[in-house]
């Protein structure tokens, strides 16, 4: 009976793990500005993203012009953006939201991301609204994020519990869709999350 028990308890146990490693994300817009094409969103912001997680932490590296690398720390509730205009890093307090989340709605098994059913989360703000496509499979404790208020980050997490596996990001002038292509669950090592050049830092303004 003792084995039983420990069998069942077992998947369950291994489900609620969270996820460390890397997820590599495919990037596409569509432009809803008259005077900037599709390709031309994709040129800057990136068509290609990896994400890495550990913990709290979470880096993305983008092929863009625009952006190259935006990194955060959860013991600092800052991100450090690079960009490609300059060899600095620019940093920017997660405390505050000026998109504040007004509802959301959970749609259980709505689409399959890479083999693995998805629910999906649709989070409407005053300015955005946004599709996440999750699996406790992929799992985040939301706890390491409650300080991190921009982009609505913890509030999403807070009813995913997860990492998306695709994004449907709709705002004024564009519509991201960002979909997870190689998901790579493995250790990584604390310094990948280090800010590189500590003597190139400055206060973002936008």
């Known amino acids: ?17 969270t996820f460390e490693g890397k997820i590599s994300y495919a990037n596409s817009y569509k432009s809803k ?11 800057m912001m990136g068509t290609t993203q990896d994400y890495y997680i550990k913990g709290g932490d979470y880096k ?9 690398m935006q990194l955060y720390r959860h013991t600092e509730n800052k991100s450090y ?7 600095s890093c620019y940093w920017k307090g997660y405390d505050k939201n000026d998109d504040i989340a007004t509802r959301f709605e959970i749609e259980k098994g709505k689409e399959t991301v890479m083999g693995v059913l998805c629910d999906a989360l649709t989070v409407y703000t005053p300015k955005s609204k946004a599709v996440y496509y999750y ?5 985040v404790n939301p706890d390491l994020f409650k300080q991190h208020e921009y982009g609505n980050w913890y ?23 960002s979909t997870a292509v190689n998901i790579y669950p493995m250790k990584l090592e604390a310094k990948l999350f280090e800010v590189p050049d500590q003597n190139k830092i400055a206060a973002a303004t936008w």
């Not at 003792?2 to 793990?17: G, T, Y």
């Not at 500005?33 to 599709?38: A, G, I, M, V, Y």
């Not at 690079?82 to 060899?87: H, I, M, P």
């Open 1 to 17: 009976m003792r084995l039983l028990v420990l069998l069942l308890l077992l998947p369950v146990a291994c489900f609620a793990q």
């Open 33 to 43: 500005s008259p005077q900037l094409k599709d390709e031309q969103f994709g040129a």
């Open 60 to 68: 993305s590296v983008f092929n863009g012009t625009f952006i190259k």
């Open 81 to 87: 953006t690079l960009t490609g205009k300059s060899d």
């Open 135 to 139: 699996s406790s499979k992929y799992g």
């Open 155 to 177: 509030y999403i997490l807070s009813k995913t519990k997860a990492v998306p596996l695709k994004t449907v990001y709709e705002a004024e002038l564009f519509t991201l869709t």
